[in-house]
């Protein structure tokens, strides 16, 4: 007899169930988030387990990797993608593990990429830094706004990143000066620990044959080749070109029914890192690349200037994918004829 395991996972707890092939429920309990004691459940069905179905939620990291350790098949559920039984009119968590599990025996169920345990922390370090930039950036426009509206003097970006704590009382004074102090510091802060994690990658990244082909694309540089070689891992996930510049939302979302634009789909499909990674790489491309230059401003005087973008980002996206699956360096021509 063949079974099938959902798991609803909740931050402070998992709902397990398990069916047979008569979606007849074999076992079903609210259990806590330790990971021995799941397990010591499961090993009872463990050799009659199709597989494990863990819902990907933001915490799923913990119980995916040791049930893979553990020697059960696993696979992620795709939360955005499932399909809903419209008919149902009570659901509970009980009911949520049981669908999963459902889905999974009828072959219907929407996975998600297990990312490799080995890469998954430099790639999530990678975007730490993202984070850090954002609360960067943040902390040097209040400084410049502060500075402004107390002294009537507009420093620019580079006078700014200049500032020592020492000149800040040239412009601000009192409680002005006390906050002045304490945003400067913050930002000086972030501005070390991005440094920081930058050199962490590039140690790991640096010898990687992707990153040294991503190199060669035009627009890309050390950031940037980082961002979409951890961003896409392994290139054999994608079956086409097409599939990858999809996951990087470089295509448009659109509904067509008899030539007709009935809508727009779900437009945030797909990874946000690699799309303003791509959408970036396209933006300087455009800037230095003569050739690129040129299929932009065609582009640009036939739509508005964020679709030729996007256009450049998708064809960018689409080199990519033949890079990587080729082991073979940036061709503009080819990518831009």
């Given at each position: 007899m063949t079974l099938y395991c959902g798991i609803d996972l909740h931050c402070n707890n998992s709902v397990v169930a398990v069916l047979d092939e008569q979606d007849r429920t074999v076992y079903e309990k609210r259990l806590p988030n330790d990971l021995e004691t799941i397990t010591?459940?499961?090993?009872?069905?463990?050799?009659?387990?199709?597989?494990?179905?863990?819902?990907?939620t933001y915490n799923w990291y913990w119980l995916v990797d040791g049930l893979?350790?553990?020697?059960?098949?696993?696979?992620?559920?795709?939360?955005?993608?499932?399909?809903?039984?419209?008919?149902?009119?009570y659901s509970n968590d009980f009911s949520e593990a049981r669908?999963?599990?459902?889905?999974?025996?009828?072959?219907?169920l929407p996975t998600g990429y297990i990312y490799p345990k080995e890469e998954r922390d430099l790639r999530d370090l990678l975007r730490r830094r993202l984070l850090l930039v954002r609360q960067r950036s943040l902390h040097h426009v209040s400084l410049q706004s502060l500075i402004a509206r107390h002294s009537g003097q507009r420093l620019n970006t580079l006078q700014i990143k200049q500032l020592k704590k020492e000149q800040l009382a040239d412009y601000l004074q009192g409680h002005a000066l006390l906050g002045g102090e304490i945003t400067h510091q913050a930002r000086c802060w972030?501005?070390?620990?991005?440094?920081?994690?930058?050199?962490?990658?590039?140690h790991h990244i640096k010898p990687r044959e992707d990153y040294q082909l991503l190199q060669s694309m035009s627009g890309v540089g050390s950031v940037?080749?980082?961002?979409?070689?951890?961003?896409?891992?392994?290139?054999?996930?994608?079956?086409?070109p097409g599939n990858y510049a999809s996951y990087a939302r470089c295509v448009k979302s659109e509904k067509i029914s008899n030539k007709k634009y009935k809508g727009q789909g779900n437009k945030k499909n797909g990874n946000k890192y690699l799309a303003w990674?791509?959408?970036?790489?396209?933006?300087?491309?455009?800037?230095?690349?003569?050739?690129?230059?040129r299929f932009y401003q065609r582009k640009k005087a036939k739509a508005h200037i964020l679709v030729a973008k996007k256009a450049v980002a998708n064809k960018l996206a689409r080199a990519c994918y033949h890079m990587l699956k080729r082991g073979e360096e940036f061709d503009v021509t080819r990518a831009f004829s």
């Open positions: 010591e459940v499961l090993c009872i069905y463990q050799s009659e387990l199709a597989a494990c179905v863990v819902e990907s893979m350790d553990a020697g059960f098949p696993v696979r992620l559920a795709h939360t955005s993608a499932l399909p809903e039984y419209s008919g149902l009119k669908h999963l599990a459902h889905l999974l025996r009828l072959g219907l972030l501005e070390n620990a991005v440094q920081r994690i930058e050199r962490e990658l590039q940037l080749g980082t961002t979409i070689a951890l961003e896409t891992g392994t290139i054999e996930r994608f079956a086409s990674a791509f959408m970036e790489a396209g933006h300087y491309a455009a800037i230095w690349d003569p050739r690129i230059k």
